[in-house]
């Protein structure tokens, strides 16, 4: 198990894109996030949060799958055809196995069902951040080899 404090320090730098149609999980789950993250933007609707991801980039992208105008099966599906390497967490109360094994095809990096359970929440962030950090850090360690190769 992690500690928050740690948790509060991995997630400080990083950008969030939250995609919820129900306002008011999304006024709660707002306040917490930016407790959080160092940026946190808001849509309505996967389709909002899809133009506003092809313009800016997130670190995370965390939403949930019913929604109006497109759902966020089919939004994370195209922002994964964008950027492969993207993180999505999805946030629901589907509990049916059509829409998680979905989830796994596309590449959702975490599963969290409705009401929200903080303790699962703060895993799966801490998961994800992690695997962030790795993949940053891989990219450096290649970009400093090669410049050693040059030299």
Same mark, same amino acid.
């Given at each position: 198990?992690?500690?928050? /404090?740690?948790?509060?320090?991995?997630?400080?730098?990083?950008?969030?894109? &939250?995609?919820?149609?129900?306002?008011?999980?999304?006024?709660?789950?707002?306040?917490?996030?930016?407790?959080?993250?160092?940026?946190?933007?808001?849509?309505?609707?996967?389709?909002?949060?899809?133009?506003?991801?092809?313009?800016?980039?997130?670190?995370?992208?965390?939403?949930?799958?019913?929604?109006?105008?497109?759902?966020?099966?089919?939004?994370? @599906?195209?922002?994964?055809?964008?950027?492969?390497?993207?993180?999505?967490?999805?946030?629901?109360?589907?509990?049916?196995?059509?829409?998680?094994?979905?989830?796994? @095809?596309?590449?959702?990096?975490?599963?969290?069902?409705?009401?929200?359970? &903080?303790?699962?929440?703060?895993?799966?962030?801490?998961?994800?951040?992690?695997?962030?950090?790795?993949?940053?850090?891989?990219?450096? &360690? /290649?970009?400093?080899?090669?410049?050693?190769?040059?030299?």
């Amino acid at each position: 198990m992690f500690k928050l /404090k740690e948790l509060l320090k991995l997630t400080s730098s990083f950008s969030v894109l &939250y995609v919820e149609d129900d306002e008011d999980i999304a006024i709660i789950f707002l306040k917490y996030l930016e407790k959080l993250f160092h940026k946190v933007v808001f849509c309505k609707n996967g389709e909002d949060g899809l133009e506003l991801y092809s313009k800016v980039k997130f670190d995370i992208v965390i939403t949930d799958i019913q929604m109006p105008k497109m759902d966020g099966l089919e939004m994370s @599906k195209k922002i994964k055809e964008i950027n492969p390497e993207q993180n999505i967490i999805v946030i629901s109360a589907y509990t049916d196995i059509e829409k998680f094994t979905t989830s796994i @095809k596309i590449g959702i990096d975490g599963y969290i069902l409705k009401p929200v359970d &903080y303790d699962n929440l703060n895993s799966t962030l801490f998961k994800v951040v992690n695997k962030i950090k790795n993949f940053q850090e891989n990219i450096e &360690y /290649k970009k400093n080899l090669e410049l050693l190769v040059d030299q």
